[in-house]
């Protein structure tokens, strides 16, 4: 079945540091790809997606490109900042009628000032 | 326009007890997935509903069952609550079912079993 796998462990950086969570993933088909964010207390909110190889998806300064021949979705920032502080989730969907996301097991990532 | 919505917040019960949880899509949407988040297993996939048909079932036993009605709006119930139920439900809602649609997150219902 389709499956997620993130980098292990918190990430802790400092202010203005480059920003990188790995994701690869295991899927049959097509399918596409998302990244989220989660907020102490909310739900998740969705940072970028991407929905077909060699796509870039990007918002707010993040960056992912979706990488078929490495089955990656990596996430980059080029300069963080504290408010960037959350917990990010890489997904994925199914392809043609499933839309069931399988989630990694987040990486909470801590910005010190 | 209003985002994904879901009632309770928070929900204190008892073992044995039973649990319905409600979710509001964003207008216009038509699919509602549930899914429940633990520290232990992480984010999970329960059910996806299409059109008030369950397009999709997660491995999940069956005192988990859910529901989608004609406007949209689902509720997912758990019946017998057992210690391990505690978790953050979490409701999505998207237009359709094709993988490329992007899922809308509520803030989910926290549920403590005692």
């Known amino acids: 079945g389709n499956s997620v796998t993130q980098m292990e462990g918190p990430v802790t950086l400092s202010e203005e540091a480059f920003l990188t969570i790995n994701c690869t993933y295991t899927?049959?088909?097509?399918?596409?790809l998302f990244w989220y964010v989660q907020y102490p207390g909310e739900g998740l909110q969705l940072l970028l997606k991407?929905?077909?190889?060699?796509d870039k998806g990007s918002n707010k300064g993040f960056e992912a490109t979706y990488r078929k021949e490495t089955t990656s979705f990596h996430l980059e920032k080029g300069s963080v900042q504290v408010s960037d502080s959350a917990v990010y989730f890489c997904a994925l969907s199914g392809s043609g009628g499933n839309n069931r996301l399988a989630f990694g097991k987040g990486n909470q990532v801590v910005v010190i000032p | 326009k209003a985002g994904v919505t879901q009632t309770p917040r928070y929900l204190i019960k008892t073992r044995g007890q039973q649990v319905t949880l409600s979710c509001s899509p964003i207008s216009g949407h038509r699919s509602v997935s549930w899914y429940q988040q633990t520290p232990g297993q992480g984010l999970q996939f329960l059910f996806e509903?299409?059109?008030?048909?369950?397009?999709n079932k997660g491995n999940f036993p069956g005192r988990f069952s859910g529901r989608q009605f004609s406007n949209s709006r689902s509720e997912m119930n758990v019946s017998t609550l057992e210690l391990g139920d505690s978790a953050l439900y979490l409701c999505?809602?998207?237009?359709?079912?094709?993988?490329?649609?992007?899922?809308?997150f509520g803030p989910g219902t926290r549920l403590t079993v005692l």
């Open positions: 899927a049959t088909g097509y399918p596409s």
């Open positions: 999505a809602s998207s237009l359709a079912i094709q993988g490329t649609d992007t899922q809308y």
């Open positions: 509903y299409f059109s008030e048909t369950q397009r």
């Open positions: 991407a929905t077909k190889a060699d």
